[in-house]
């Protein structure tokens, strides 16, 4: 069965968790008209001993410390056991997220289908749609098709445990 593990956005690196055993433990899927860079391994460790030694540690930490935030934080949304909490973490991840690389982070199109995003959260389809649906219900966001407008950052953050709502 497939598990959606993440969702990558522009700049993000893919692929690092093969360089030490020369085999990746998962694959990716475009959701939309992508453009990728592929560095072949040879390439890599070519390029990297034409950069010092601690320039390329540098780099290389940082690539690796941002993957293991972005698996920190996959961990923490999965483990939340409130739905509610579950769907607005990955809202205010993502919007922070598009925040991060310049874009809007109150009104942003969602890639993935609601099926990518239960699989994502462990969450049936029927959730994540009932859960949107609540919250415009309760004016925190609208959402149309796949258009997300957050209408209260604040509110949003509340029940994804953020912080509270003031």
């Known amino acids: ?30 959701l939309e008209s992508t453009s990728a860079c592929v560095i072949p391994v040879a ?3 070519e390029a990297c001993a034409k950069i010092s030694a601690s320039g390329w540690y540098h780099c290389l930490y940082k ?6 935030i972005r698996d920190h934080r996959t961990m923490e949304l999965i483990n939340k056991k409130d739905a509610d909490a579950k769907m607005a973490s990955f809202l205010v ?6 925040k991060e690389r310049g874009y809007s982070a109150s009104s ?12 994502h959260l462990g969450l049936a389809v029927e959730t994540v749609s009932r859960i949107l649906t609540r919250f415009q219900d309760e004016g925190l966001l609208s959402v149309e098709r ?21």
């Open 1 to 30: 069965s497939e598990q959606v593990v993440a969702f990558c956005m522009p700049g993000d690196v893919l692929g690092l968790d093969a360089l030490g055993v020369e085999r990746h433990a998962s694959s990716a899927l475009a």
């Open 43 to 45: 390439a890599l460790e």
């Open 63 to 68: 690539l690796l410390s941002k993957e293991l």
């Open 93 to 98: 991840n993502l919007s922070s997220q598009f």
């Open 108 to 119: 942003f199109n969602l890639s993935m289908k609601r099926s990518e995003i239960g699989s």
């Open 146 to 166: 796949r258009r997300v407008q957050i209408f209260d950052h604040r509110a949003l953050e509340a029940v994804a445990g953020c912080r509270s709502p003031n």
